[in-house]
């Protein structure tokens, strides 16, 4: 899907721009992305968190919805 998208970004029907982390040092979620829908980056109580984000100073635009037909069309015609 990533791929997709970026190869067509008229797949993606909805998007936002956030700031995003992944994950490294929990047991639990090591791997995971995190996404600041709730823009609290930003707030000075989160900033140990979020500190090496915020050096990057850049937010990353999420795909939240994606047109699956277009997509599904795509991907076989790519394996064809």
Known sequence: V?????????????????YVQVE????LTRG?????RLDV????R???V???????ERKIEVCWGLDVAKWKKLLFSSLA
């Open 2 to 18: 990533a791929m997709g998208v970026a190869l067509h970004p008229e797949l993606c029907t909805s998007s936002s721009d956030h």
């Open 24 to 27: 490294v040092g929990s047991e």
């Open 32 to 36: 995971m992305t995190v996404v600041d």
């Open 41 to 44: 980056t930003t707030d000075p």
């Open 46 to 48: 989160n900033k140990s």
């Open 50 to 56: 979020w500190s090496d984000v915020l050096e990057r």
